[in-house]
């Protein structure tokens, strides 16, 4: 089992459409939980942490389940300009901050 | 714009080649991740630098190395290239085991 796993999609949205998408992980030790957004051929950049609490910015909510090893990602309300491939990634290993991604999955927001 | 430059940003090399790729952290940063990504895939996290000596290694092998210099930049070189070293070359840096910063990434082709 990977460590880390996304549906990789692609999720074709109509603008204004809420989705959401799901990333699972193995390491019940994981210490912590990030989305990435990645554009094409560009490199990831930090979309949010995503803490036990839950936590919201603008539209985009982040949810972990530590109970069932998933964490989760809401967009609400979609633009065209959140087409793009969306990773997850964890931390296991407190020691350094070393990210183990998931394959991401690929959004399209369409007009 | 993250202040974490790589170079050389796209390169050609035929089987059996060398290859160092370099990065430039970010101002203030003293740790230096390298991460591969294929086509399709997450980043596969490579090594890890931190003030000069290996921090932690992925399942890579040893014709994969690294050096991080006084100045905290750092070099990755591959021997005996591979057509699966194709991929996107990923730098991120980091104070400690703070947040990652990325470079743009250095596009390697192997033919």
């Known amino acids: 089992r990977k460590e880390v796993e996304q549906d990789p999609g692609p999720f074709n949205v109509p603008e204004g459409a809420t989705v959401a998408f799901n990333c699972t992980y193995s390491?019940?030790?994981?210490?912590?939980f990030f989305w990435y957004r990645q554009d094409c051929r560009k490199e990831p950049k930090l979309l949010m942490s995503?803490?036990?609490s839950g936590n919201e910015d603008g539209r985009f909510t982040a949810q972990l389940n530590r109970a069932s090893q998933y964490i989760s990602l809401l967009i609400r309300d979609s633009k065209l300009s959140d087409s793009a491939t969306y990773l997850c990634?964890?931390?296991?290993?407190?020691?350094?901050?070393?990210?183990?991604f998931g394959k991401g999955t690929m959004l399209l927001v369409s007009p | 714009e993250t202040g974490v430059t790589q170079s050389p940003t796209h390169l050609i090399k035929t089987r059996g080649q060398q290859v160092t790729l370099r990065c430039s952290s970010q101002?203030?940063?003293?740790?230096v991740s390298w991460y591969q990504q294929a086509l399709g895939q997450g980043p596969q996290f490579i090594f890890q630098?931190?003030?000069?000596?290996?921090?932690g290694r992925g399942n890579f092998p040893p014709r994969f190395s690294g050096l991080q210099f006084p100045n905290y930049s750092s070099e990755l070189n591959v021997n005996a290239l591979e057509l699966d070293d194709s991929a996107l070359y990923l730098c991120?840096?980091?104070f400690g085991t703070g947040e990652l910063f990325f470079g743009e990434g250095s596009r390697l082709t192997v033919l």
């Open positions: 991120a840096s980091s």
């Open positions: 390491n019940s030790a994981s210490q912590s």
């Open positions: 995503v803490y036990s």
């Open positions: 990634a964890v931390i296991s290993n407190s020691g350094y901050s070393t990210l183990t």
């Open positions: 101002s203030g940063h003293n740790t």
């Open positions: 630098y931190y003030r000069e000596e290996e921090n």
